[in-house]
């Protein structure tokens, strides 16, 4: 028994974990989700701006992490909607800028957000540097039109937004290195506030960061979706991917004990 | 056409699934096509995105109107094009001009910036929770922590500065680890291994996440498209 565990196939896992996903999804399972001390932080940051404040949002990641952020998008949205909060979001990654513009127009038109009244899609620029310490002069120097090709100049909502001392917040939705970018340039040249959500794999390489203070507030992967749409009271693919995560936890959680099991209790035999 | 779409992507979804039971050529097709689709979106949105407002439109603006302002973008793209030099082995030499650039611009803006935000912030995080553990001991906090709250709060405080020495100690290699040093890195090592623990679980949970958004779309999009 013992030995046929340890040389199972690894299809069998496949199998294994297929349906653990599949049959919670059917099944519709809640659970109680807790909510975090630094989505809390990043929660209660954005409820105590005044109406009328201003929030950058950079969606920089792409399709890969499209699942894990993207839920945190739209609740961040979705709160700075009701509370009148205006949005410039901007991508610094290729690939996100379509994501971004669906994600915004379908988020502005659940809660009938206006484009260049409440928020503002300024789209993509190559070259992450370049473009966080540009915008820190003039945001116009970088970005001269918005994603839909409509000067700046134009736009109701950046009349009075030239550069980051008008941004209350950034908040980076990151896949890569860029939450370090904006915390070494916008932060540290310009004391830009910086909030971020990231994905599972980049969570340990920000609580550094969010221990000095230099991050004020931390999503943390689809637990920090799920958290955040807990606090602003939406029910979405957030909370319905870390039930059915739970689950995948409790069956890997199980393999793990069950090979080191099969393997110890094997080298015991061969000793 | 988002019928067709969503048929496409459930198509190419199972095709890199079917990797998990043996490499197949309609694996193969499908990681081809990723990459492929990657690099042209990638090239054409820098040449919207990128080349055409930033570099294309200051210059036809200047040669067409009456400001030759935008014409100064004339020479970071020239430099820009020096890259190409490699491609002529007689002219490869070029290419130091603009990598000299770029090193110099990336250097001088980098490390003050890395300094501040990488060594002395994180110094004075770990530092700072020593003076309010002193301020709250003195009676000289503006708040003070409940009993409790303040145990932990000195628990995290001490173990952050053991964990930052320990773990520098391991990587300090200019002295031979023995006796207390050997026993200092490998209290760093236990750092590491909670550090790379830590990672390695939200790995899990963030590549489990995607697996469960493809079920999502395959079992309420596309199959949903069909019902």
């Known amino acids: 028994m013992l030995t046929k565990l340890v040389s199972m196939d690894r299809r069998i896992v496949f199998i294994l974990v297929a349906l653990a996903v599949i049959i919670p999804m059917l099944v519709n399972v809640n659970l109680p989700v807790s909510t975090s001390a630094p989505t809390q932080k990043l929660y209660d940051f954005v409820e105590a701006l005044p109406k009328g404040s201003t929030i950058m949002l950079a969606f920089d990641y792409g399709p890969s992490s499209f699942p894990e952020l993207s839920p945190m998008a739209k609740a961040l949205l979705k709160q700075c909607f009701d509370k009148d909060i205006g949005v410039v979001a901007l991508t610094l990654v290729d690939d996100g800028t379509t994501l971004a513009s669906t994600l915004i127009e379908e988020v502005a038109a659940e809660k009938n957000a206006e484009n260049g009244e409440d928020f503002v899609f300024l789209g993509f620029r190559p070259g992450i540097t370049q473009v966080i310490l540009g915008m820190g002069t003039e945001i116009k120097s970088v970005f001269d039109t918005d994603y839909y090709g409509k000067k700046l100049d134009e736009i109701p909502m950046m009349e009075n937004i030239t550069n980051y001392d008008q941004i209350d917040l950034l908040v980076d939705l990151a896949s890569s290195n860029t939450t370090e970018a904006w915390i070494i340039y916008a932060n540290v040249q310009y004391n830009l506030k910086i909030a971020a959500g990231v994905t599972g794999v980049m969570v340990s390489q920000m609580f550094p960061y969010l221990q000095t203070g230099q991050l004020n507030g931390l999503m943390s992967g689809i637990l920090g979706a799920a958290e955040y749409e807990n606090l602003v009271e939406v029910q979405d693919k957030g909370m319905q991917y870390i039930n059915v995560n739970s689950f995948v936890h409790i069956l890997i959680v199980l393999l793990v004990i069950i090979g080191n099991i099969a393997y110890f209790t094997q080298r015991k035999r061969e000793e | ?227």
């Open chain 2, 1 to 227: 056409m988002q019928v067709f779409g969503i048929w496409v992507a459930a198509f190419l979804t199972l095709c890199i699934y079917s990797f998990l039971y043996q490499d197949n050529p309609l694996y193969r097709f499908a990681e081809h096509l990723f990459v492929g689709i990657s690099v042209g979106y990638g090239i054409v949105l820098s040449i919207h995105e990128g080349f055409i407002p930033l570099a294309w439109n200051p210059i036809w603006a200047s040669l067409t109107g009456d400001s030759l302002s935008g014409l100064w973008k004339l020479i970071p793209i020239f430099f820009g094009l020096l890259f190409f030099a490699r491609l002529s082995p007689r002219h490869t030499w070029l290419i130091r001009y603009p990598i000299a650039i770029l090193i110099g611009f990336g250097a001088g803006i980098a490390i003050p910036n890395v300094l501040r935000a990488n060594i002395f912030e994180q110094t004075r995080g770990t530092i700072e929770p020593f003076s309010v553990i002193h301020s709250q001991t003195t009676g000289t906090a503006v708040e003070v922590m409940p009993s409790g709250e303040f145990t932990v709060f000195i628990i995290g405080a001490v173990l952050m500065v053991i964990g930052v020495i320990c773990t520098l100690t391991y990587f300090f290699f200019s002295v031979e680890h023995r006796g207390p040093i050997s026993w200092l890195s490998k209290v760093g090592i236990c750092f590491l291994m909670v550090g790379f623990g830590s990672a390695f679980g939200n790995t899990v949970m963030g590549r489990v996440t995607l697996l469960i958004q493809r079920v999502d779309f395959l079992l309420n999009t596309w199959i949903g498209s069909i019902f």
